[in-house]
């Protein structure tokens, strides 16, 4: 029997879960923006102003969805504007309904009619305070671009809660930092945190036409029952997605009489199978004599302790799934019909 790991329920929705529009400093209005991303295929924006915590339900029709969303920060003081670290969050919404920010004071209203919210101190203390009354608002908390914000093993191993990390930040790559995360994931799964990942764009549009626009580089492929609002955070808040910035993912799905996993993709060069330890498995179209490969087969042992998979196409982009951990399966290790590599 298949056990979908990925839902296999509903459709699957491009999605941008980090941008930036005219509400603080992009270039964009929502509207605009929304038009310009469904042209290129998106169905769901996350609206994820600096600071202020603004909705954006009249953009949502049945082909479209806006999330509302804010980012905030917690900023290390003390140090040159260009040298201190910070730790970057957004908040998005769970349900549609709620109109403040997830820091909010409850009774202090700033002069533009919004709450003041508190600020967190760059420390594991501060950020953990943030993400949990993110959580404790009903918010998808995520973790952005610890690259461009100098966070280093010492800083992020001590957050705990987030649901998401950006494997991989646009804006931040077409800058020139290294924003593709995969240690940094690695680093917190090993140590049994249990975080899902995501592609964003982090978009400003601020240069047009150049090598420098931030649109269209990182998504986050959501499959969801309908583009419902509460059904698309359902999906984010269970994991149902998987972060790209080329390739193709159609199914991912544990086979639970030999306990194989699978994974179907689309013009695939190069599949890896990650595990929590060296044990890595890497699949080429080339040596399997196919120009694409379309779908792969892996086992999985109780000392892997999670599996995530990379999808890669010819030109070097990835596709990145999940990680799960293998105790919450349900495979029962003592089955001698268990698929062996
Ligand atoms: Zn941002």
Not at 147 to 156: P, Q
Not at 229 to 246: E, I, K, P, Q
Not at 261 to 286: D, S
Not at 325 to 334: K, Q, S, Y
Request: hydrophobic share 35%; proline share 3%; with cysteine.
């Amino acid at each position: 029997m298949k056990k979908y790991l990925i839902s296999n329920q509903g459709h699957w929705y491009k999605a941008n879960l980090h941008s930036h529009s005219t509400v603080s400093d992009g270039e964009l209005t929502p509207e605009q923006m929304k038009e310009l991303y469904q042209t290129h295929g998106y169905s769901v924006i996350a609206f994820t102003d600096h600071n202020r915590f603004v909705t954006h339900n009249e953009l949502s029709d049945e082909r479209f969805l806006a999330l509302n969303g804010v980012e905030d920060s917690a900023d290390e003081t003390g140090k040159s504007r260009f040298r201190n670290k910070c730790c970057d969050i957004c908040f998005i919404a769970g349900d549609p309904d709620r109109t403040l920010h997830p820091m909010q004071y409850p009774d202090k209203v700033k002069g533009d009619g919004q709450y003041a919210a508190w600020k967190a101190e760059y420390s594991p203390f501060g950020v953990n305070g943030m993400i949990q009354a993110g959580r404790d608002n009903g918010f998808f908390v995520t973790h952005n671009h610890p690259c461009w914000s100098l966070e280093e093993y010492r800083d992020y191993m001590g957050y705990r809660d987030m649901h998401a990390m950006e494997i991989f930040n646009w804006s931040s790559a077409v800058d020139g930092y290294n924003e593709y995360n995969p240690d940094i994931y690695d680093d917190q799964l090993r140590a049994g945190k249990r975080l899902f990942v995501i592609a964003t764009d982090d978009n400003h549009n601020r240069r047009p036409g150049t090598c420098h626009w931030d649109s269209f580089g990182g998504w986050t492929m959501i499959k969801a029952k309908s583009l419902a609002y509460r059904d698309v955070t359902d999906a984010l808040f269970h994991g149902d997605f998987y972060a790209s910035r080329g390739p193709v993912i159609n199914a991912l799905w544990l086979d639970t009489e030999d306990g194989s996993v699978h994974i179907e993709c689309e013009k695939a060069v190069k599949v890896v199978l990650t595990r929590g330890g060296r044990r890595l498995r890497a699949v080429y179209a080339a040596e399997e004599g196919v120009e694409y490969l379309t779908e792969i087969k892996f086992s999985v042992d109780p000392n892997d302790i999670y599996f995530r998979v990379t999808v890669f196409d010819e030109n070097g982009m990835t596709a990145d799934t999940n990680a799960y951990f293998v105790d919450t399966l349900g495979i029962d290790f003592t089955n001698e019909n268990l698929f062996r590599e």
